[in-house]
């Protein structure tokens, strides 16, 4: 994504291909723990500057997977891998 900029057609598939992912009942939450634990780091990877309203499109499916999914292992695990290193980098 990087390479092209953080297209918008590219983040609304990522958006949507998490999104499914979290929402669907039958999915593996092994698997839905596994992208959580990765997402930040591989963001981190990033070598440019990412816009405030890149970075709010990249969380923005985390977001709708802690208020729709009944899950406590999820997210638990959202809120310490992903939001809470966002909060502690960011911190002053």
């Known amino acids: 994504m990087e390479k092209t900029g953080y297209s918008k057609s590219d983040l609304e ?6 999104k499914t992912l ?4 039958l999915a593996s939450p092994g698997l839905q723990l596994q992208i959580v634990d990765i997402y930040v780091p591989e963001l981190n990877k990033s070598n440019d500057e990412v816009s405030m309203e890149t970075l ?8 709708t997977a802690l208020a729709t999914t009944g899950n406590t292992s999820i997210i638990e695990r959202i809120e310490d891998s992903i939001f809470s290193p966002l909060l502690e980098s960011n911190a002053t």
């Open 13 to 18: 598939w990522l958006q949507t291909a998490l």
């Open 56 to 63: 709010a499109a990249f969380l923005e499916p985390f977001l």
């Open 22 to 25: 979290f929402q669907n009942k």
